[in-house]
């Protein structure tokens, strides 16, 4: 290009009139490639919009389905359809999800400004409790009932009631904010699988407008050319600079990456004189259309409408997880046709990994679920395609999310992650172990390290935390058990160390309990001290109810396990139950069939669900690791069992989930089934 060889040949320039020079071919560079790559998507759209049209014209019934070069037009419109209602769908959590979060800004706001009354204290925390109810996951949840614990397990003053509202309303506005821009990215990536619902309302599938086949082909033949319109109307713009092509991030992340790298700092001058704008709002196009038309230029984020405010907040882990689908949605950086697996698939893969990043992962179940049903059809291309695709999803769906989560690390401890996944899994499941593990030194965490070992830190932590205790007051400190745990060599050394642990937090809170009121470190009974402010009892209630919701799970997941799936009794008893029972420690249960099999049981209880990992093979065998080098006599025979089990091919595993309506437990239903 002209361009770029004028700035390679011109140097670094040293002089104000160089500068300006060098400004303005910058400029003329960063348009150029903006218009190559609008130029490349317009013919993007119009190979999917051909494509498209041989599939809606393809009428002819084939004897058999193997023959077809395209879906034919049945197929396809019903995958229409089907895509119609996820986008719905997707559109009307993100309006609820937006309702979430201005009444959580509200309360923000409320908190700073008004009066300690009863009565705002009670309604701040009932829109809290409300806001946080639905769509929420195991981390918020836990978060809710901590947090609960904390603010209501002691006296309490209006005013101190009133700042701990604050504080909460604001982690749980960032979190809805999060979960916000997740479903803008995930349409984002809908749009693109199918670019004419940028112009076609979603909601207008619901309501029957397009029932017609007919009327239906017709419309997306006219939505085609009107996104073909809308392109080249962008692209005059660029070419006129009525865009201004420092406002176009994709462009200038492709120029600064021709260029020499010694010209990158004078590069990054130019651009940081130029105050971006979102222009893309400016222009009377909704916001799907903006998502199509305007994405090479823009990047996905923001033309997703994640705003440039929103997109420095935005936490690392969805915007990597962008990054992947990406990949996803085009793997061979070639097009994707509309049959499957295809456009289509790939998008749903994006969608699931994006939802999940962005803390929806029970809605990512849903589009799950809808990506296995058209995994049949990719049965249909062979058994090696099929691999290729499962492969990329455990890619997407695990690792990239999983190392995400870790902060940086360097490649050494990346080499150990590929030699030993299950650790990659490990800490990733446990972030507060992570932390309290991490030196990265080469590698960032000790090689010898063990899956059990990670889950006990951050079960410990877990517990210092709610009794609101740190590690200096159980005899040690970050800095120094991460020196003697980087030290250990076998799991007794672990051992030892976390017996210190356990005789230093029986320690403390003997200490804390002589001190407290009746030596009661929390007050479940009734949430008494916010009682005696004269504050509503169900306030916090509402938010530790978790702990009976699993009560609740236990004894109605046992029996439906017992009496509708006909599991037996396998004389199971936890080995740490003997110890300090901790809430969540190794297996709900182990029962056996009628052939032999031991069934590992987690029940579940209101609307919690399985955290990540859990019930995997790596859960399993790290629990049970766990059992034998600190369950006593009685976990390494437990161990024993099991493993003989899994190494038999007779260990299976259950999840159970039991609702809660009113007082009383709903019908209990099976989350999975899993064999080891």
């Known amino acids: 290009m002209e361009a770029e060889r004028e700035i390679n040949e011109s140097g670094e320039p040293s002089t104000d009139e160089e500068r300006e020079l060098f400004s303005a071919r910058i400029r003329k560079l960063v348009k150029l490639n903006a218009l190559g790559m609008m130029a490349s998507h317009r013919s993007t759209v119009g190979a999917r919009q051909n494509e498209m049209i041989r599939s809606l014209e393809d009428r002819t019934e084939p004897e058999n389905e193997f023959d077809r070069v395209v879906p034919g037009r049945a197929a396809t419109i019903s995958r229409i359809r089907e895509t119609a209602a996820k986008v719905h769908q997707l559109q009307e959590l993100k309006e609820e999800l937006e309702g979430y979060r201005r009444d959580l800004s509200t309360v923000h706001a409320r908190s700073l400004i008004s009066s300690s009354s009863v009565g705002n204290i009670n309604d701040m925390y009932n829109t809290i409790a409300d806001s946080a109810s639905s769509y929420n996951s195991v981390e918020i949840r836990n978060y809710l009932r901590r947090t609960a614990r904390y603010v209501f397990g002691a006296r309490r003053s209006g005013d101190e009631l009133r700042m701990f509202a604050w504080g909460i309303s604001r982690y749980l506005k960032d979190w809805r904010q999060q979960q916000i821009n997740g479903i803008k990215l ?28 007919e009327t239906l082909e017709s419309e997306v033949r006219n939505a085609y050319q009107e996104i073909i319109e809308d392109i080249d109307d962008a692209i005059v713009d660029i070419g006129s600079e009525d865009i201004h092509p420092f406002d176009l991030p994709e462009a200038i992340t492709a120029t600064k990456n021709s260029l020499p790298s010694g010209l990158h700092t004078e590069f990054d001058e130019v651009i940081s004189d130029h105050e971006m704008t979102e222009f893309w709002w400016t222009l009377g196009l909704t916001f799907a259309q903006v998502a199509l038309v305007f994405i090479p230029v823009v990047g996905p984020a923001l033309a997703a409408g994640v705003g440039l405010l929103d997109l420095a907040m935005q936490t690392e882990e969805v915007l990597d ?5 990406d990949a996803a949605t085009n793997p061979e950086a070639e097009l994707l046709g509309v049959g499957g697996p295809g456009t289509l698939d790939w998008a749903m893969l994006a969608v699931t990994a994006i939802l999940t990043a962005a803390d929806l992962g029970m809605v990512a179940r849903e589009f799950r679920a809808a990506r296995g049903a058209m995994a049949l059809d990719a049965l249909r291309l062979g058994e090696g395609q099929m691999d290729e695709i499962t492969s990329l999803i455990d890619d997407l769906m695990l690792d990239p999310t999983d190392v995400g989560r870790l902060g940086t690390i360097n490649d050494e401890t990346l080499g150990m992650f590929q030699r030993r996944p299950e650790l990659l899994s490990a ?146 008893v936890n080995p740490f139950e003997f110890r300090r029972s901790r809430f969540g420690q190794g297996f709900d249960d182990v029962l056996q069939d009628a052939s032999g099999n031991l069934w590992i049981v987690e029940y579940k209880g209101g609307t ?69």
């Open 608 to 676: 919690a669900g399985l955290s990540s990992g859990q019930m995997s093979p790596g859960w399993v065998r790290s629990r049970i690791a766990r059992y034998r080098a600190q369950g006593g006599e009685l976990g390494m025979e437990w161990a024993r069992r099991l493993e003989d089990a899994l190494d038999s091919g007779r260990l299976r595993g259950i999840a159970l989930s039991t609702p809660i309506e009113g007082r009383t437990a709903g019908q209990t239903v099976e989350l999975g089934r899993w064999i080891y």
């Open 427 to 572: 800490l990733s499941e446990n972030p507060v172990a992570a932390r309290l593990l991490k030196h990265c030194a080469s590698p960032c965490w000790p090689e010898n390290l063990e899956e059990w070992v990670i889950d006990y830190l951050d079960d410990l932590m877990s517990d210092l935390n709610a009794r609101g205790l740190a590690l200096e007051d159980i005899g040690t400190s970050p800095e120094a058990l991460r020196g003697r745990l980087a030290a250990v060599e076998d799991d007794a050394g672990y051992t030892r160390i976390f017996n210190e642990l356990e005789d230093g937090l029986d320690t403390a809170e003997h200490i804390a309990g002589e001190t407290r009121r009746g030596g009661a470190l929390y007050d479940e009974s009734g949430l008494g001290s916010a009682v005696d402010e004269g504050l509503d009892e169900t306030i916090g209630a509402r938010m530790v109810t978790v702990e009976g919701a699993h009560d609740v799970g236990v004894s109605a997941g046992r029996s439906h396990a017992v009496e509708a799936l006909g599991l037996q009794e396998a004389n199971w």
């Open 321 to 325: 997880q962008m990054t992947m689908s």
């Open 186 to 213: 995930s349409l984002s990536k809908l749009y693109e699988a199918y670019p004419f619902f940028s112009e076609l309302d979603a909601e207008d599938f619901e309501e029957g407008e397009y029932d017609n086949d």
